[in-house]
């Protein structure tokens, strides 16, 4: 799925920026192997770039339950991937996956609350050209 190189950028999200899919698998067992989670992509918006070369733009969709004791019981979050895409001998593969959120509602002790984040730190393309 990920080229061994890939860069992936969640420090919108409060986490970091990892330079390989080894690396970032390791950060998303640190950050979340004992957390439930529901994770949605929807209506990709995909731009061939070359032959051989693409980007999308994901929405997505997420919830995490965390176990008791912890800071957050419930975490649903709303934004973007924004994925480059390479076609490699094993196919198409990613290259970099930044992370915009949108806004997150987190559950803490019983009270729902909200944080909407400005979604600047990651690059925006260009909107998809469709045909007419």
């Known amino acids: 799925m990920f080229t061994s190189d890939a860069v992936v950028d969640t420090s919108d999200d409060g986490g970091g920026t990892t330079r390989s899919a080894s690396e970032s698998l390791e950060m998303l067992r640190t950050s979340i192997e004992s957390v439930a989670t529901v994770h949605h992509g929807h209506m990709p918006e995909i731009e061939l770039t070359s032959a051989t070369t693409g980007r999308a733009v994901w929405a997505t969709e997420d919830r995490l339950w965390w176990s008791e004791g912890a800071a957050s019981s419930h975490m649903h ?3 973007h991937y924004h994925d480059t895409h390479e076609k490699t ?3 198409w ?4 996956m930044t992370l915009g959120r949108l806004k997150r509602e987190f559950d803490r002790a019983g009270q729902m ?4 984040t400005t979604a600047t730190n990651y690059p925006v393309p260009d909107p998809v050209q469709r045909p007419r």
């Open 93 to 96: 593969q990613i290259t970099s």
């Open 77 to 79: 979050g709303y934004g």
């Open 89 to 91: 001998s094993a196919g």
């Open 113 to 116: 609350k909200s944080k909407s």
